[in-house]
């Protein structure tokens, strides 16, 4: 399903593709970034959103990780191959350092976990350079954080294969995926 912003908008205003699955996450976003000044474009699968990104390239995109059973990684490249001036946010709920890296390095401006709010997606667009001041954590990451970010890693490198993670990792196929159904631990 695809949905478009006609109502209170100019065609000077900076055009911004959301594509999420959660329709109710879209329209509330959608809502607050209209508010912000921008025309938007709504898609919840990555085909419509290539479609719509097709006919008007936008300016900005914001771009959930997890559509469905899609990855919106395969958006992120395919949107910078489109323009590559269009500034991505990638969103998730599943943050890891492998999806992270994988995201900037297909392209992606920033890469925020959710819940987030509109001023924070703006900041995100913003941001041009990385702080060399941001303060270390003094709480490092627990073994079970670290765990979970280096099964996401080895996972990415074998393209989601479970069965091929599952003999890298020297662990049965099954506790892998009982691992994997599991949301990662907050930090």
């Known amino acids: 399903m695809i949905e478009s912003s006609l109502t209170d908008s100019s065609a000077e205003d900076p055009s911004l593709l959301i594509v999420d699955d959660d329709t109710i996450f879209c329209e509330v976003l959608t809502k607050a970034m209209r508010k912000r000044g921008f025309f938007v474009t709504c898609a919840h699968t990555t085909e419509d959103a290539l479609r719509l990104a097709e006919q008007s390239t936008p300016e900005y995109a914001i771009i959930d990780l997890k559509l469905s059973s899609e990855s919106g990684l395969v958006l992120v490249?395919?949107?910078?191959?489109?323009?590559?001036?269009?500034?991505?946010?990638?969103?998730?709920?599943?943050?890891?350092?492998?999806?992270?890296?994988?995201?900037?390095?297909?392209?992606?401006?920033?890469?925020?976990?959710?819940?987030?709010?509109?001023?924070?997606?703006?900041?995100?667009?913003?941001?041009?350079v990385g702080e060399a001041d941001i303060p270390i954590s003094a709480h490092p990451l627990s073994v079970g954080r670290l765990e979970w970010e280096y099964i996401q890693r080895i996972l990415a490198e074998n393209d989601n294969n479970i069965s091929v993670t599952a003999r890298i990792l020297n662990m049965h196929r099954r506790t892998l995926q009982r691992k994997l159904a599991k949301r990662p631990l907050r930090e």
Do not use: W
């Open 77 to 128: 490249e395919k949107l910078r191959m489109l323009d590559p001036g269009t500034r991505i946010v990638m969103l998730t709920g599943y943050a890891s350092i492998a999806t992270a890296v994988e995201a900037i390095k297909l392209g992606a401006t920033h890469y925020l976990a959710k819940p987030v709010d509109a001023d924070q997606i703006l900041s995100a667009f913003e941001r041009t």
